[in-house]
């Protein structure tokens, strides 16, 4: 454990506060001294929740360690059932009250409440916060999941499956949850629960009721459907629907295991994707270098959409994630890398530096990181800003999902492309601010002229220097390449280019001329 200005993700406690806050009828009583509060600023003020996360702290303070700080404890987990009269209680201590050693879970056994207690056990030295949120669901799972049914589900009814893995505070959980919800439906496939957003602790008793189990995020909720799976049998989807390809796979999955028919869902498939990323210029796309970090699952869904639906190339890929770190060096195998396995946002910074990519996908650390290299970012992955709350409707998963991405990873590059055409034809009267367009090409008022130059006198040696070469002749590949340019400084690029070969005497402008002439023009 190390201090640091940056953290990817925080102390276990706060992976146990955004399941409890995706709840309902959940309760978190938390052992933690004075100050710790400062977590319910991530879901009120980040995330722009309308009330503060369902969690009690006891709020010990330094002069009351020389008292007994388990009987503020038991106090507070007394005053919390008696006044929020939640179904089920979680206890457990925040990283600080670790060290007094006051045992929550047994505290609050005995006070003998009437409801469910489930006692975390949350080592906060040695895991972190998506740790802390799977164990947290494993265990309210595991505790209120009830026993095997034995009466035979009923015939004729439709299929039915748990979608499992959103909570507060998560990248666009609540956009994915819709997304695939809607694409469930349109499928056939009834959703029996969704957990932990939007459950209560009554809610996880009807899991077994579904016949299969879909796994959106497998940080948060692999250990549960695990569990799901030993106990009552039920088989889980883990393909993750992130991206075009990923979605396919992931209905086709979907549609084995509930037994219907994907082809009307896939032949109906809306995403723009895949028609707008063959239609983009490949000059400015295909071939591009990009850096991907973030947690596990969107790191490797990135990873994939990047190489097989862009044509990027991936020079970079990793994750901050160390439980899912034998997966993310498995794609990056893949992609001929070595995967980054690192929590020290200084050491991402130097990796990047080191591939010298074109984009960055990463979280909110690598989008400062990029700024300061001067490089196109999108974000893709928790840790997220209140930016990445955004108001309006943007998944990331399922076929919308994948117009989200094309146009959240490709904006960033056409605008670099943009600013790129603006410094190489600067000069241009279009282009530069003493004349801009909407002025017709006169100057304003103001703009300062510089004045005449008196022409150079006529000498023998003027007279005898040959006239300048007629229009160069343009090659059918060169032409074939200028049209590649787009059509507003189209015209400008042949111009300049027909200079820079009449200068050189060049009779005919290859590939190689249109190049060069790019690269004298803008320096």
Known sequence: MQLTLWTYEGPPHIGAMRVATAMEGLHYVLHAPQGDTYADLLFTMIERRDARPPVTYTTFQARDLG??????????????????????????????????????????????????????????????????????????????????????????????????????????????????????????????????????????????????????????????????????GQPMVETVPIGVGATIRFVEEVATLAGVDPGPVLAGAPSRAPWYSRSVDSTYLTGKRVFIFGDATHAIAAARVAKAELGFQVVGLGTYGREFAREVRAEAALHGIEALICDDYLDVEAAIQAAGPELVLGTQMERHIAKRLGLPCAVISAPIHV????????????????????????????????????????????????????????????????????????????????????????????????KKIPFFVRGKARTNTETFARERALPLITVETLYDAKAHFGR
């Open 387 to 482: 930016q990445d709350f955004p108001a309006r409707y943007s998944p990331q998963m399922g076929f919308e999902g994948a117009n989200v991405l094309f146009d959240t990873w490709v904006h960033p590059l056409m605008m670099g492309l943009e600013e790129h055409l603006l410094g190489m034809f600067r000069e241009d009267p279009e282009f530069n601010d003493r004349a801009p367009s909407h002025l017709g090409g006169k100057a304003p008022a103001k703009a300062s002229v510089p004045p005449a130059t008196a022409p150079e006198p006529v000498t023998a040696a003027t007279l005898a220097a040959p006239s300048a070469p007629t229009t160069p002749t343009w090659a059918t590949e060169a032409e074939k390449e200028l």
């Open 67 to 232: 008292s007994d700080t388990a009987e503020i404890f038991k106090n507070a987990a007394s005053a919390a059932y008696e006044r929020f009269k939640p179904q089920a209680m979680i206890v457990g201590a925040s990283c600080t009250a670790e060290l007094i050693q006051d045992d929550p879970g047994g505290l609050a056994k005995a006070l003998n409440l009437p409801i469910p207690v489930i006692a975390l056990e949350l080592p906060a030295y040695q895991k972190k916060e998506n740790w802390g949120a799977s164990e947290t669901f494993y265990r309210l799972v595991r505790g209120l999941s009830g026993a095997p049914s034995t009466e035979p589900k009923p015939e004729g009814r439709r299929p039915s499956c748990n979608i499992l893995g959103p909570t507060a505070l998560g990248f666009r959980h609540r956009d994915d949850l819709t997304e695939i919800t809607g694409l469930l439906g349109r499928l056939g496939v009834a959703v029996n629960v969704v957990a932990p957003m939007g459950a209560s602790p009554a809610d996880l008793g009807r899991l077994k009721d579904a016949d299969f189990n879909v796994v959106l995020y497998p940080e948060i909720a692999k250990a549960a459907a695990l569990h799901l799976q030993k106990t009552f």
